[in-house]
């Protein structure tokens, strides 16, 4: 038995790999970026071929870099950005149009159509999902209506089409949390639902074949011809196709991945990840629990025969309100700038950021809503811009916690963080005191990676059982909550009053 899991994380605007251990310690490769591409207001894109590339030079960095791993390595875990939407062929992996991205709003217009408006419910029930641009089916639809040849092309998520170039085309399979975020899946029977195959016009054969997140995926099959096309040195591809005949055995979609990841393995455990965007999930046990309140039902791993499920709420702004301060707004000149900001000031004077830029997820779904700043005055300045637009991704990850809680009547205790810009502490402290629970942040941001090794490492025994992993979390800060409930209250309606004028905006 080798010495590590190598884990793969395909995000939106990088990919990582790691080398895990027995005892959870994460060893990191150099990352490699992916392009974002913005054709259109709207619009979001990725390169499918760079998205592989990025996936081979950084398990060929991470390789490299600790080259004690070469030939060690036990099994393969993959987690992957979930609704981002690929068309390639079959035979030649060549892809007719980019990716389009999860945060793409293109298909605004297929979901106002009424022949998919009149099985909103439907969708509901049998997805656990709610009719939005966010989903894979009508990036799916689209790419049929708008592509040439596209029609003929395998369709996939990012887990999927990643399986299948890198058994060499000898697997096609995606896991049931990446499955859940189609809009095609029926998370009570764990298969595609064909009613919604038809409603989207989208042949079974043309997707991944659905898998329990710990199953054998196929095993790894590299040649130098198949990576001719990329900026891969020969001794590159030489340490690339060590990992010839060494199986996929775990793969989950990035949330769920990070929430096994944060050990949230208990019915009502929660946590929240917050990266470009940021995405809360509530542990609900192996019954699922549809919302009534607009937050989404998936499943988010299956172990044994047992398939787990989540209640999620995703903010599409999280981190990408920091960049947007940095890179459009020039007020700040890098992330870490942004505390000293905050903190100058003692609060915002009422002023609010709704940072709807690509429209507002959980619980509006509104794709055609756009941000707006409310409540200011001769006297607002930079520093309450900057702590209005700080302060806007907690008050949405608030609002999704307590919706959580009337769906469930399960209130959290604590949560568990992770991501890069749990670096704010003002923002984990001010977080803690909206919610009013301790706020736990893991000694690693990459819980994501953590946690598909730890499924992948369950499936090939590498790793004993769920049990025995609970001992290799470590949390790193812990934040209390320190605002009174008036105050929470104030500053709650505050931005609520702010979301809804931007609704009517």
């Known amino acids: 038995m080798g010495r590590y899991i190598l884990c793969i994380d395909q995000g939106t605007t990088s990919t990582k790999a790691f080398l895990l251990d027995k005892e959870g310690n ?3 490769g150099t990352p490699v970026p992916i392009t974002q591409i913005y054709p259109e207001p709207g619009f979001v894109e990725h390169d499918p071929a760079e998205i592989y590339y990025s996936v081979l030079k950084a398990i060929a960095n991470v390789i490299s870099e600790n080259p004690f791993a070469v030939r060690d390595i036990d099994g393969i875990g993959i987690t992957n950005q979930r609704e981002t939407t690929i068309a390639f062929d079959k035979d030649t992996c060549k892809s007719p149009y980019n990716a ?12 106002r159509r009424s022949e998919i408006r009149t099985k909103e419910q439907y969708i509901c029930d049998t997805t656990g999902l709610k009719i939005d641009p966010y989903f894979s089916a009508t990036k799916m639809l ?92 020969d001794q590159e591809k030489e340490l690339l196709m060590t990992l010839n005949g060494v199986h996929i055995t775990g793969v989950a979609g990035d949330q769920p991945a990070a929430l096994f990841g944060q050990n949230a393995v208990n019915e009502g455990d929660c946590k929240t990840t917050y990266g470009t965007g940021c995405f809360t999930l509530m542990n609900l046990g192996t019954k699922p629990v549809f919302s009534k309140n607009g937050l989404l039902t998936s499943a988010a791993w299956s172990i044994n025969g047992e398939t787990y499920y989540a209640l999620e709420g995703s903010v599409f702004q999280g981190g990408s309100v920091i960049s947007w301060l940095k890179d459009e707004m020039k007020m700040i000149s890098k992330p870490s700038d942004v505390d000293d900001i905050c903190k100058s000031i003692d609060s915002t004077e009422g002023v609010y950021l709704v940072p709807a830029f690509t429209g507002l997820g959980a ?91 730890l499924l992948a490492g369950l499936t090939c025994g590498f790793f004993s059982d769920i049990g025995s992993l609970g001992s290799l979390y470590q949390s790193a800060k812990s934040y209390e909550p320190d605002m009174s409930a008036y105050e929470v209250s104030t500053k709650m309606n505050g931005y609520k009053a702010a979301v809804r004028t931007a609704l009517t905006t």
Do not use: H
Not at 101 to 110: D, F, L, N, S
Not at 158 to 169: A, E, K, N, P, S
């Open 142 to 233: 689209w790419l049929n209506e708008n592509v040439p040849g596209s029609e003929n092309c395998l369709l996939a998520n990012v887990d999927g089409y990643l399986v299948y170039r890198l058994t060499g085309g000898k697997s096609f399979a995606s896991d049931y949390s990446n499955c859940s975020r189609t809009m095609l899946f029926d998370i009570n029977k764990l298969d595609y639902d064909d009613e919604l195959l038809s409603l989207f016009k989208i042949g079974r054969e043309r997707l991944a074949k659905p898998l329990p997140s710990c199953s054998d995926f196929g095993q790894i099959d590299l040649t130098k011809e198949s990576m001719s096309e990329f900026d891969l040195s």
């Open 363 to 453: 619980p509006y779904w509104n794709a055609d809503v756009r941000g707006i700043l409310t409540g200011l005055t001769r006297g607002s300045g930079r520093a309450q811009i900057v702590r209005a637009s700080v302060e806007s991704i907690a008050y949405q990850v608030t609002e999704l916690v307590n919706l959580m809680t009337d769906d469930t009547g399960i209130s959290a205790k604590q949560m568990k963080v992770d991501g890069g810009v749990c670096a704010s502490d003002f923002l984990m402290q001010f977080q803690s005191d909206l919610l009013g629970i301790r706020i736990t942040r893991a000694r690693s941001d990459e819980m994501t990676a953590m946690g598909v090794g």
């Open 26 to 28: 994460l060893t990191a």
């Open 100 to 111: 389009i991205v999860w945060q793409c709003r293109r298909t605004a217009e297929i979901c």
